[in-house]
């Protein structure tokens, strides 16, 4: 179903969706649908504008932070552990540019998580570090920064909510949603038809043999964390803009929330494999059941515990399909 | 000896890799106290089915019982019945001698304690010739043999009743071999142990071995005294038909013309030492030499994946020293892997993502990927390796092991290189792919007038696929001859003993 097998016809027009290495993918895609309809139909009152767009506002953040996240595991380094102290550094940065405007707040915020995952990806790419450690250091670093530059409190915003923090294209569509959709599209386009994109998942199937083919490692290996750091801060600025806060609680869940939807949706740890579109149905998977859970009124120790477990069935499904190919 | 009941007795085992079947339905009885040598060319399945009956790699199919008892297959065999003594050394050097004995011992208890054991590991050295090194010495003092025999005396301190030698005289000079075979002979004598032993070189099966079994492409060919096979039938039974001896195909070399490649004071110290070197557009080249000859150091210097190598490289008169493995592909120098799986191809992409990886710049246009010019060129690349097309989406993984190589070497030619530079080009491939894949060398040398260099250790492969052979013993350049004035004999003594000067 990748952009190079479509180079040659497929034995029949749904074997690829079924294939080992697409069959977690599809399944989830599948699930997400099939649970929505399922809530619309026995829920009362889950199918209006408002339910509708409180999944889409809880996904978009997440989504944004998670495919930034799979670039970072696809090209084969797992994950990066410094996505929350970013966002949370990034929704302060946010708030205290808001006097520049929406765009203008948007862009600092990013060019700061861009600069931290530039640093981290020089690191790991360039003088090759264990890329767990680097982030996990990298995040205490950030988080310190961030507190000292907000003195540790909470900073709010002047003036009334923005376009960005809840406004909306169409009732129950937040322009939010508009700017993750965006953002996947994009990724899911660098990723599968560009050159870079290539490489990067190359570099994740197998990175000694990506260094002997002479492909450009070290620069996508860099460039997938400046993905990571980008996305985070954007999660982070679009929170700040939904609350109008910015704190060093934004963000808190957000390493696990992003590695959770990347995960369900059918990206291997191990990198290599897997497709930006299937972090947004992992992403939306998790939002739509967590949205279940809590008009069914059960409690946040229940949606945590429910979250832990789709990501161990996951990984599961995922060890189980891969010892089969083999 | 063959009367008795065996003591290990294996049916119809089969095991597949991905797409490669390494054994397919392999039968094999051990007397109690013989000498058993394991025979094939690489691929055949020596390894796989030492680790079967080791119980590391659990088979597809099949069953096996030592001693009487059916033992379940997969899980590590005890090792008072069947102990293994590795290819790779499992000795760690730095744990003491008495350590390394009694590494993974089922009589340790939770607490380790020395005492008890010292006397009975002390026997143990002793009876495999140890008897002049201390238990605690330490075992990155011992030599490469006095290591081999730490590891024996492992299996024998386990009471083993079965010793399976993966290979154990690879790494050992010719006084030390004689050493380790005397062991297993008292050990065989004095103990009744029974003996696998894999061994790539025939004079070895002859001068220790009971009996003899060959496999080839998987499958058991033949379990014979030893007294009863000539030299000539058991290398039939390994490559399945004669060797070819006097065929030899004719040199495209282009004479008259500047060399591809020079070598100007080109070294690594320490490891090797190349006298200038000079090679003809067209000209195919095998690089022999034994592990730490450096001959495949060589290889892989040329190529840029050497840091620390002096001299200077030219390609067709115009000086090009690669400093790493992107500047190579630049200059027009392309290198295939030895360890396909490791390093040589992407096994869970595409064949044809394959194909294509190491020029993706010629099939994208502003950054972007052309999906029809992807095809176009993975179709035509694996036309010319006689890949199927059709299988072009379809992940390496899903090959045989010979197809594979074709991706791994087609990915290589992809970038259109004077010189290519291949180590050990068909280890691990059957015999057809192989006469496959040196007709399509040849054509590359002939028709593009492509300059080959390669190392193997295979003789046969050397001998066939080659025009002219360089021989390395020791770091240094021992022969460098014609095709046609060389033969195995020859190859091997300089290989083994380096110049006549300094064979002692």
């Given at each position: 179903?990748?952009?190079?097998?479509?180079?040659a016809?497929?034995?029949?027009?749904l074997?690829?969706?079924?294939?080992?290495a697409?069959?977690?993918?599809?399944?989830i895609?599948i699930?997400?649908?099939?649970?929505?309809l399922?809530a619309?139909?026995?829920?009362?009152?889950?199918?209006?504008?408002?339910?509708?767009?409180?999944?889409?506002y809880a996904?978009?953040?997440?989504?944004?932070?998670?495919?930034?996240?799979?670039?970072v595991?696809i090209?084969g380094?797992?994950f990066?552990l410094?996505?929350g102290?970013t966002?949370?550094f990034?929704?302060?940065i946010y708030i205290?540019?808001s006097?520049?405007?929406?765009i203008?707040?948007l862009l600092g915020?990013?060019?700061?998580g861009v600069?931290?995952?530039?640093?981290?990806?020089?690191?790991v790419g360039l003088l090759?570090?264990?890329a767990?450690?680097?982030?996990?250091a990298?995040s205490?670093?950030?988080?310190?920064l961030a507190?000292?530059?907000s003195?540790g409190?909470?900073v709010?915003?002047?003036?009334?909510?923005?376009?960005?923090g809840?406004?909306?294209?169409?009732?129950?569509?937040?322009w939010q949603?508009?700017?993750?959709?965006?953002?996947v599209?994009?990724?899911e386009?660098?990723l599968q038809r560009?050159r870079?994109?290539?490489?990067?998942r190359?570099?994740?199937?197998n990175?000694?043999?990506?260094?002997?083919?002479?492909?450009?490692?070290?620069r996508v290996?860099?460039?997938?964390?400046?993905?990571a750091?980008?996305?985070?801060?954007m999660?982070?600025?679009l929170?700040?803009?939904q609350s109008?806060?910015g704190n060093?609680r934004?963000g808190?869940?957000?390493?696990f929330?992003a590695?959770?939807?990347?995960?369900?949706?059918g990206?291997?740890i191990?990198?290599?494999?897997?497709?930006?579109?299937?972090v947004?149905?992992?992403?939306?998977f998790?939002?739509?059941?967590t949205?279940?859970?809590?008009?069914n009124n059960f409690?946040y120790?229940v949606?945590?515990?429910?979250?832990g477990?789709?990501?161990l069935v996951a990984?599961?499904?995922?060890?189980l399909?891969?010892?089969k190919?083999? | 000896?063959?009367t008795r009941?065996?003591?290990?007795?294996?049916?119809?085992?089969?095991k597949?890799?991905?797409?490669v079947?390494?054994?397919?339905g392999?039968?094999?009885?051990?007397?109690?106290g013989e000498?058993?040598?394991?025979?094939?060319e690489n691929?055949?399945?020596?390894s796989?089915l030492?680790?079967?009956l080791?119980?590391?790699?659990?088979?597809?199919d099949?069953e096996?019982?030592i001693?009487?008892?059916?033992v379940?297959?997969?899980?590590?065999v005890d090792p008072a019945?069947?102990s293994?003594?590795?290819?790779?050394?499992?000795?760690?050097?730095h744990?003491s001698?008495?350590?390394?004995?009694?590494?993974?011992?089922?009589?340790?208890?939770?607490?380790?304690?020395?005492?008890p054991?010292?006397?009975?590991v002390?026997?143990?050295?002793?009876?495999?010739?140890?008897?002049?090194v201390?238990l605690?010495?330490l075992a990155?003092?011992?030599t490469?043999?006095?290591?081999?025999?730490v590891?024996?005396?492992?299996g024998?301190?386990r009471?083993?009743r079965?010793?399976?030698?993966?290979?154990?005289?690879?790494?050992l000079?010719?006084?030390?071999?004689e050493?380790?075979?005397?062991?297993?002979?008292?050990?065989?004598?004095?103990?009744?142990?029974?003996?696998v032993?894999?061994?790539?070189?025939l004079?070895?099966?002859f001068?220790?071995t009971?009996?003899?079994t060959?496999l080839?492409?998987?499958?058991?060919?033949?379990t014979?005294d030893?007294?009863?096979?000539?030299?000539?039938?058991?290398?039939r039974?390994m490559i399945?038909h004669?060797?070819?001896?006097?065929?030899i195909a004719?040199?495209h070399?282009?004479?008259?013309?500047?060399?591809?490649?020079?070598?100007?004071?080109?070294?690594l110290p320490g490891?090797?030492?190349?006298p200038?070197?000079s090679?003809?557009?067209?000209?195919?080249?095998?690089?022999?030499?034994?592990?730490?000859?450096?001959?495949d150091?060589?290889?892989?210097?040329?190529?840029?994946?050497?840091p620390g190598?002096?001299g200077t490289?030219?390609l067709?008169?115009?000086e090009?020293t690669p400093?790493?493995?992107?500047?190579?592909?630049?200059?027009g120098i392309?290198?295939?892997s030895?360890?396909?799986?490791a390093?040589?191809?992407?096994l869970?992409?595409?064949?044809g993502?394959n194909?294509?990886?190491?020029v993706l710049?010629?099939?994208?246009r502003?950054g972007?990927?052309?999906?029809?010019?992807?095809?176009?060129?993975?179709t035509?690349?694996?036309q010319?390796?006689?890949?199927?097309?059709?299988?072009?989406?379809?992940?390496v993984?899903?090959?045989?092991?010979g197809?594979?190589?074709?991706?791994s070497?087609?990915?290589?030619?992809?970038?259109g290189?004077?010189l290519?530079l291949?180590?050990?080009?068909?280890r691990?491939v059957?015999?057809?792919?192989?006469?496959?894949?040196y007709?399509?060398?040849?054509?590359?040398?002939?028709?593009?007038?492509?300059?080959?260099?390669?190392?193997s250790?295979d003789?046969?492969?050397?001998l066939?696929a080659s025009?002219?052979?360089?021989?390395?013993?020791?770091?240094?350049m021992?022969r460098?001859?014609?095709?046609?004035?060389v033969?195995a004999?020859?190859?091997l003594?300089?290989?083994?003993?380096?110049?006549d000067?300094?064979?002692?």
């Open positions: 179903m990748s952009t190079q097998s479509r180079s016809p497929l034995p029949g027009p074997s690829g969706l079924f294939a080992p697409r069959v977690q993918a599809t399944v895609q699930a997400t649908v099939a649970m929505f399922l619309c139909l026995t829920v009362d009152n889950y199918a209006t504008a408002s339910n509708i767009a409180s999944i889409l996904a978009s953040t997440v989504g944004i932070a998670a495919v930034g996240l799979a670039s595991t090209s380094n797992l990066a410094s996505l102290s966002a949370a990034a929704s302060i205290q540019l006097g520049l405007g929406v203008g707040a915020s990013l060019a700061l600069v931290f995952g530039l640093i981290q990806g020089i690191v090759r570090c264990n767990i450690i680097t982030t996990i990298a205490s670093l950030i988080a310190g507190t000292a530059f003195g409190r909470t709010l915003a002047t003036g009334g909510p923005s376009w960005l809840n406004g909306a294209i169409l009732p129950g569509i937040p949603a508009v700017i993750f959709l965006v953002v599209v994009v990724a386009l660098l560009s870079t994109g290539w490489e990067l190359l570099r994740g199937t990175p000694a043999a990506a260094e002997l083919a002479g492909l450009r490692t070290r290996v860099v460039l997938s964390y400046v993905l750091g980008a996305g985070a801060a999660a982070g600025a929170i700040a803009a109008g806060t060093m934004v808190a869940d957000l390493d929330s590695i959770a939807a990347m995960l369900v949706g990206v291997a191990s990198g290599g494999r897997g497709r930006i579109i299937d947004a149905a992992g992403t939306l998790l939002a739509v059941l949205n279940i859970l809590l008009v409690a120790e949606q945590l515990m429910i979250k477990l789709a990501v990984v599961t499904a995922g060890a399909l891969s010892r190919k083999r | 000896m063959t009941a065996p003591l290990l007795s294996a049916r119809g085992l089969k597949s890799y991905g797409g079947q390494a054994l397919r392999m039968d094999i009885d051990l007397a109690e000498i058993h040598g394991l025979c094939g691929g055949a399945g020596k796989t030492v680790k079967i080791g119980g590391f790699v659990t088979p597809d099949g096996l019982g001693a009487g008892q059916i379940p297959l997969g899980r590590p019945l069947l293994i003594v590795h290819q790779e050394l499992s000795i760690i050097p744990l001698v008495i350590d390394n004995v009694m590494m993974g011992a089922r009589d340790v208890r939770a607490l380790y304690r020395r005492g054991f010292r006397a009975h002390r026997q143990t050295l002793d009876a495999v010739g140890l008897q002049h201390p605690d010495l990155e003092k011992l490469l043999a006095e290591r081999q025999l590891e024996i005396a492992r024998i301190a009471g083993a079965v010793l399976l030698l993966d290979e154990p005289t690879a790494t000079s010719d006084g030390e071999i050493k380790v075979f005397a062991v297993l002979r008292r050990l065989k004598s004095e103990n009744a142990t029974t003996i032993i894999i061994s790539h070189r004079n070895e099966i001068a220790l009971d009996r003899v060959v080839r492409s998987g499958r058991h060919i033949l014979a030893t007294a009863d096979l000539t030299s000539d039938a058991l290398v039974a399945g004669e060797v070819k001896t006097g065929e004719p040199s070399a282009r004479v008259g013309v500047a060399p591809r490649l020079a070598l100007k004071d080109w070294s490891r090797f030492a190349a200038d070197l090679v003809q557009p067209g000209e195919i080249v095998a690089l022999v030499g034994q592990l730490g000859s450096g001959a150091m060589l290889l892989e210097s040329l190529a840029g994946l050497k190598t002096r490289l030219s067709d008169g115009t090009a400093r790493s493995i992107p500047e190579a592909y630049a200059a392309a290198y295939v030895e360890d396909r799986a390093r040589g191809v992407f869970d992409a595409p064949i993502t194909l294509v990886s190491q710049g010629r099939v994208s502003a972007r990927v052309l999906p029809s010019a992807v095809t176009a060129l993975a035509e690349l694996a010319s390796f006689a890949i199927d097309p059709a299988r072009l989406p379809h992940e993984s899903t090959l045989s092991g197809n594979q190589q074709k991706v070497l087609g990915k290589a030619v992809a970038l290189p004077r290519l291949l180590n050990e080009p068909t691990g059957d015999i057809g792919a192989r006469s496959e894949i007709a399509r060398l040849r054509a590359l040398a002939e028709r593009d007038a492509m300059t080959l260099l390669f190392y250790t003789l046969e492969e050397v066939e025009d002219r052979v360089i021989t390395f013993y020791r770091g240094a021992v460098d001859a014609a095709r046609a004035e033969d004999d020859s190859i003594h300089d290989i083994l003993h380096g110049p000067e300094v064979a002692a």
